[in-house]
């Protein structure tokens, strides 16, 4: 039995081999309150419990140190997700902090269908849908700070703004409408709000520019 220490404070104590994590250990988060315990493989984890708060989070296999075959729980231990070889509902937590960062659909391991992220804060950051792990279709994304609406639209392989959608000010409303492409004001007409989110007039844009 070997142990790990980051600072003076143990983050990990368990079995070893050649170096690596091999065997049965568990993992602790700053606080020293226990964060995982599982079977290893070579650094893998392939079969554990993952804690909350020192409550039972997640039990199961993992892939890739992913969730894999399990279930998850609520802090009361009722089972409110499952996943069978990667697919279903889950959630996602940071690190050794274990804030929640994303909750939704899942398809083998991967964020597929509708999903929600948050920040560290706990603030909705995205709210939309997901093709292998990242955002793709229709979504709604909001400030990091308050969570108020920024954009509506569609997004294209992880990238905001593609086809049409709504551009929102944080403390005016609705900017614009329009098309996009890669984040940018695109092709065709568009419709511009005044500072204080009153429609303003009909514009053109070509390959990112107004032209009219």
Same mark, same amino acid.
Request: hydrophobic share 25%; net charge positive; with cysteine.
């Given at each position: 039995?070997?142990?790990?220490?980051?600072?003076?404070?143990?983050?990990?104590?368990?079995?070893?081999?050649?170096?690596? %994590?091999?065997?049965?250990?568990?993992?602790?988060?700053?606080?020293?309150?226990?964060?995982? &315990?599982? &079977?290893?493989?070579?650094?893998?984890?392939?079969?554990?419990?993952?804690?909350?708060?020192?409550?039972?989070? =997640?039990?199961?296999?993992?892939?890739?140190?992913?969730?894999?075959?399990?279930?998850?729980?609520?802090?009361?231990?009722?089972?409110?997700?499952?996943?069978?070889?990667?697919?279903?509902?889950?959630?996602?937590?940071?690190?050794?902090?274990? %804030?929640?960062?994303? &909750?939704?659909?899942?398809?083998?391991?991967?964020?597929?269908?509708?999903?929600?992220?948050?920040?560290?804060?706990?603030?909705?950051? =995205?709210?939309?849908?997901?093709?292998?792990?990242?955002?793709?279709?229709?979504?709604?994304?909001?400030?990091?700070?308050?969570?108020?609406?920024?954009?509506?639209?569609?997004?294209?392989?992880?990238?905001?703004?593609?086809?049409?959608?709504?551009? /929102?000010?944080?403390?005016?409303?609705?900017?614009?409408?329009?098309?996009?492409?890669?984040?940018?004001?695109?092709?065709?007409?568009?419709?511009? =709000?005044?500072? !204080?989110?009153?429609?303003? /007039?009909?514009?053109?844009?070509?390959?990112? !520019?107004?032209?009219?």
């Amino acid at each position: 039995m070997e142990k790990e220490y980051y600072d003076s404070k143990l983050l990990f104590e368990g079995e070893y081999l050649n170096g690596k %994590r091999h065997g049965k250990g568990k993992e602790y988060y700053f606080d020293g309150k226990l964060s995982f &315990e599982s &079977e290893y493989l070579y650094d893998w984890k392939i079969k554990g419990k993952f804690y909350i708060n020192e409550k039972l989070e =997640f039990e199961g296999e993992y892939l890739y140190n992913k969730k894999w075959n399990g279930k998850g729980y609520d802090e009361n231990g009722n089972i409110i997700y499952e996943l069978i070889n990667g697919n279903g509902k889950v959630k996602e937590y940071s690190g050794w902090r274990s %804030r929640l960062i994303f &909750e939704g659909e899942y398809l083998n391991g991967k964020r597929n269908g509708k999903g929600k992220e948050y920040t560290l804060k706990g603030i909705l950051k =995205f709210k939309g849908a997901y093709l292998n792990g990242i955002r793709h279709g229709k979504g709604k994304e909001y400030y990091w700070e308050d969570g108020k609406l920024i954009f509506e639209g569609e997004y294209l392989n992880g990238k905001r703004w593609n086809g049409k959608g709504k551009e /929102f000010h944080e403390n005016v409303g609705l900017l614009f409408e329009g098309e996009y492409l890669n984040g940018k004001r695109w092709n065709g007409k568009g419709k511009e =709000f005044n500072e !204080k989110g009153i429609y303003s /007039f009909e514009c053109q844009y070509l390959n990112g !520019k107004k032209i009219k």
